[in-house]
C-alpha cells in the first residue's frame, strides 16, 4: 500500500474523552490535485480536509493523523450525536460525482485496504458506523453516490449490506431508521427525505423516498443484523 504524507494544517485535536468510533465515506467531486489544494488550503473561508484521499489509480494521500480530527462530516448526526468530526475518520474517494462514475476496481481494492487497516485500528468502529457522508447529512450530501459499490464493501467485511426477505418493518418508518442511526426529521429535512437516503445507500435502483415493502425488509433485516428490533 503506496502512501504519500501531504499533511494538511486543517485539522483539531480531538476532545480528551474521544474514541474513534466512526468512519465515513465521500466522493471528492474534484480531480485529485484540486482535491488536494482544496483539502490542504489554511485560507479558505470554510476550511476542510480529510484523513485520507485515495486516487483512481489506488494511490492513497495521508492529510490528517488518525489521532487528530479532520474537518470532513460538517453538521452531522448519527446514532444519536451529533458533530460527528471529533470521533471519525473522513476518508474523500476521489471521483466527480458517485452517481454517474464508476469507481475503478484499482481504486475500489486500495480503498478497502485502508478501511481494513483503520477498522484493525480502531475496534471501536462496529460495521454499522461505517457510513456515508449521505447517512450522516441527509438531504444535504449525496456522496459517495449511488454508484459506490457498499455491497463489495460489506463483503469485504466493512460495513454492513441488508439480505434480502426479511419480514418487512411494519411501523413508523422515521422511528425504524433512526433505532438504525439515521437523523430525526428537523428543519427541512423530511422522513421521506431520510428514506431516500437510506434507499440511497442500501437500494440505489430506486431512491424515491417512499417506504414500499422492499424498502421496509431492507431495513428490518439491517436492524437485525445490529441487534435492534424492528
Ligand atoms: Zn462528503
Known amino acids: 500500500m503506496t502512501i504519500i504524507d501531504l499533511p494538511s494544517p486543517n485539522h483539531a485535536l480531538?476532545?480528551?474523552?474521544?474514541?474513534?468510533?466512526?468512519?465515513v465515506l465521500h466522493h471528492t467531486e474534484l480531480p485529485l490535485e484540486k482535491s488536494l489544494a482544496v483539502l490542504r488550503d489554511g485560507a479558505r473561508d470554510q476550511r476542510?480536509?480529510?484523513?485520507?484521499?485515495?486516487?483512481?489509480?489506488?494511490?492513497?494521500?495521508?492529510?490528517?493523523?488518525?489521532?487528530?480530527?479532520?474537518?470532513?462530516?460538517?453538521?452531522?448526526?448519527?446514532?444519536?450525536r451529533e458533530?460527528?468530526?471529533?470521533?471519525?475518520?473522513?476518508?474523500?474517494?476521489?471521483?466527480?460525482?458517485g452517481?454517474?462514475?464508476?469507481?475503478?476496481?484499482?481504486?475500489?481494492?486500495?480503498?478497502?485496504?485502508?478501511?481494513?487497516?483503520?477498522?484493525?485500528?480502531?475496534p471501536a468502529i462496529v460495521p454499522r458506523n461505517v457510513v456515508g457522508h449521505s447517512d450522516v447529512a441527509p438531504r444535504r450530501k449525496v456522496d459517495p453516490g449511488l454508484r459506490f459499490p457498499w455491497a463489495r464493501l460489506a463483503t469485504a467485511g466493512i460495513g454492513l449490506w441488508?439480505?434480502?426477505?426479511?419480514?418487512?418493518?411494519?411501523?413508523?418508518?422515521?422511528?425504524?431508521?433512526?433505532?438504525?442511526?439515521?437523523?430525526?426529521?428537523?428543519?427541512d429535512?423530511?422522513?421521506?427525505?431520510i428514506i431516500a437516503t437510506f434507499q440511497r445507500r442500501f437500494r440505489p435502483s430506486r431512491e424515491d423516498g417512499?417506504?414500499?415493502?422492499?424498502?421496509?425488509?431492507?431495513?428490518?433485516?439491517?436492524?437485525?443484523?445490529?441487534?435492534?428490533q424492528p
Open 14 to 23: 480531538r476532545p480528551a474523552d474521544a474514541e474513534v468510533d466512526i468512519l
Open 48 to 80: 476542510v480536509s480529510a484523513h485520507y484521499v485515495v486516487a483512481e489509480d489506488g494511490t492513497h494521500y495521508r492529510l490528517v493523523a488518525e489521532a487528530h480530527a479532520a474537518w470532513h462530516a460538517g453538521p452531522s448526526h448519527w446514532r444519536g
Open 83 to 97: 458533530g460527528l468530526n471529533a470521533t471519525s475518520i473522513g476518508i474523500e474517494i476521489v471521483n466527480l460525482h
Open 99 to 122: 452517481d454517474r462514475h464508476d469507481y475503478p476496481a484499482a481504486q475500489v481494492d486500495a480503498l478497502i485496504e485502508l478501511c481494513r487497516s483503520i477498522l484493525a485500528r480502531h
Open 162 to 187: 441488508p439480505r434480502a426477505g426479511a419480514r418487512p418493518v411494519d411501523g413508523d418508518m422515521q422511528t425504524a431508521l433512526q433505532r438504525f442511526g439515521y437523523p430525526p426529521a428537523v428543519d
Open 189 to 193: 429535512v423530511t422522513t421521506s427525505d
Open 210 to 228: 417512499i417506504a414500499d415493502p422492499e424498502t421496509r425488509a431492507l431495513l428490518a433485516d439491517l436492524l437485525e443484523q445490529v441487534g435492534e
